[in-house]
Nanobody
């Protein structure tokens, strides 16, 4: 079984920074794409940033230049460095990973973390 566990959320003032971490564990053969999504109250879940196994990244326009996604393949970790935070960044942030799961006969499957709250005060 595979688990994704996020950490690093919290309350921060506008202009501040936070670093989110996500640890993948369990019956992992390999991890393909990883990503961070977020969902604010009343809104749909949206992609914030993604990163391939080779390190290619993509970002939502709203966070370009402020957020940086990175990963440590040896540790099965993905990170989101968030700088110059704005009140509109307030949301629950979810880690997402496409994982080849040993218990699913190595078939790729998309897993989600439980989410971590980020609140930015004005």
């Amino acid at each position: 079984q595979v688990q994704l566990v996020e950490s690093g959320g919290g309350l921060v003032q506008a202009g501040g920074s936070l670093r989110l971490s996500c640890a993948a564990s369990g019956s992992i053969f390999s991890i393909n794409d990883m990503a961070w999504y977020r969902q604010a109250p009343g809104n749909q879940r949206e992609l914030v940033a993604g990163i391939t196994s080779g390190g290619t990244t993509n970002y939502a326009d709203s966070v370009k230049g402020r957020f940086t996604i990175s990963r440590d393949n040896a540790k099965n970790m993905v990170y989101l460095q968030m700088n110059s935070l704005k009140p509109e960044d307030t949301a629950v942030y979810y880690c997402n990973a496409n994982i080849e799961d040993i218990l699913r006969k190595f078939a790729p499957y998309v897993y989600w973390g439980q989410g971590t709250q980020v609140t930015v005060s004005s």
